[in-house]
């Protein structure tokens, strides 16, 4: 079978060999309430109210929402309105911890004997898809059609993220004990698990724990990104074509991170819902690189301060990786369900853009030999119809464009405006 293009990246794995290890608790925690896809949550708590971990503390009764609670025991000290990185604004709850990490009495070992209350219990843990793109867990493992293979994503293709490469070598028997519970649950016959090469001891490690489990088999990818696009990931291990505008269920695969997976199994053998994150801490302004558990809303510069980081040489603040990740307003930002990592970089040398030379590299490092340049085109003419005609919806903003561009074109970034205003254009038409 044939490979999708891409481009070979220094992966700068610098941190592969640390275990992750706790966080201090902070000095407070700000939980948004829009933390997933779908309809924020509201809060459901009082200023003054003491809560507990794991205390639920926003909810919403739309079906396509994942619930928040809190990640320390403490003090309710603010309910505000809170701006996100994409510019919207949702509600936030503040809490000053006590200090005891007292969990909720209230929690209890999920139990189910059927799928709809395996969906219900998913949908009260508040798990969403750790990856990134925040897609709440009990949406995802709710296909309405037949499913034929569950893959597990654990490529990790973006420079220096290891936090899903420690969660695989910390807790693969968790791992698998999630895998074995979804294709149960949802009676599919076999999983994939995609992992990059350039991850051997992980690899061995669910190598062999997973030997003994001839439905579960582990399928090692070249570190060429972006492996870890669903599609990408897909076509390479199933050989099927996610088409425009539907989705690997549509296709018999649910994809799942697999950070997501080790979570999953946890809430359902402890019943603790998603409270803490795992995150890669790294960049050239880190004096300690290192990988953490971190309460989710922990302010980022808790996080940096414990890492040692250079505040003077700051200049970026990326959450996530550099090719996809999003660049953090300020320091106070808090630690979200889907970040996976914290980069804190200093100025690098700007290159100056130029013209298009036509060289045609653009076209050759898209996975889906789009033609980024002509895109760009169409989007400065504002030319709806012309984006649409070229694909732009199959673009997954992964910047393989941009960054062989010897021109040092923003084409990426070009194509998620281009996104926007077709967007807008569709809704204003309606």
């Known amino acids: 079978m044939r490979r999708l293009h891409g481009v070979r990246l220094p992966h700068a794995k610098q941190t592969s060999d640390m275990a992750f290890v706790p966080l201090p608790l902070p000095q407070k925690v700000v939980l948004p309430m829009a933390m997933h896809m779908g309809v924020p949550c509201t809060p459901t708590v ?62 209890t070992v999920p139990t189910y004997t059927n799928r709809t209350e395996f969906l219900a219990a998913l949908r ?36 220096y993220i290891t936090a899903d490469d420690r969660t695989m070598q910390e807790k693969p028997l968790t791992i698998l004990k999630g895998i074995r519970r979804i294709m149960e649950v949802l009676e599919i016959p076999e999983c994939f698990i995609g992992v990059e090469e350039n991850k051997p001891d992980a690899m061995k490690i669910l190598r062999d724990a997973a030997e003994k ?9 070249p570190p060429i990104y972006p492996q870890g696009a669903e599609k990408v990931l897909i076509y390479h291990i199933t050989g099927r074509v996610v088409e425009e505008g539907k989705l690997p269920a549509d296709h018999g695969v649910i994809v799942m991170n697999v950070s997501s997976i080790a979570f999953l199994e946890e809430y359902f053998t402890t019943g603790m819902p998603m409270v803490m994150r795992g995150l890669t801490v790294d960049g050239d302004c880190i004096g300690k690189r290192c990988s953490l558990t971190v309460p989710v809303g922990t302010p980022v510069r808790e996080v940096l301060q414990y890492a040692e980081c250079d505040f003077e040489k700051l200049d970026r603040l990326i959450s996530g990786g550099p090719m996809m990740g999003q660049c953090l307003p300020d320091a106070d930002y808090p630690v979200t369900k889907t970040m996976n990592a914290i980069l804190a970089l200093s100025a690098k040398q700007q290159r100056r853009t130029t013209a298009c030379i036509r060289c045609g590299r653009c076209i050759s490092a898209c996975p889906h030999r789009l033609m980024p340049t002509e895109l760009e085109k169409a989007y400065q003419r504002r030319d709806a119809a012309r984006l649409d005609e070229l694909k732009l919806q199959l673009c997954m903003l992964c910047g393989c464009c941009s960054y062989v561009c010897p021109a040092n074109r923003p084409l990426a970034e070009s194509n998620s405006l281009a996104k926007l205003f077709v967007r807008q254009q569709k809704e204003a038409a309606k």
Do not use: W
């Open 213 to 221: 489990d001839p439905q579960i088999t582990l399928a090692p990818l």
């Open 46 to 107: 009082k200023l003054k109210q003491q809560v507990t971990v794991g205390e639920c503390i926003g909810t919403s009764d739309a079906p396509f929402s994942a619930d928040i609670h809190a990640s320390v025991s403490g003090t309710v000290t603010a309910l505000t309105d809170y701006r996100m990185m994409n510019g919207t604004v949702c509600k936030a709850v503040e809490i000053t911890p006590d200090g005891e990490q007292t969990p909720c009495a209230d929690l």
């Open 124 to 159: 009260r843990s508040g798990g969403v898809g750790m990856g990134g793109a925040g897609l709440p867990t009990h949406i995802k493992l709710d296909p309405k059609s037949k499913i034929d293979y569950l893959l597990i994503n654990a490529a990790e293709c973006e420079p």
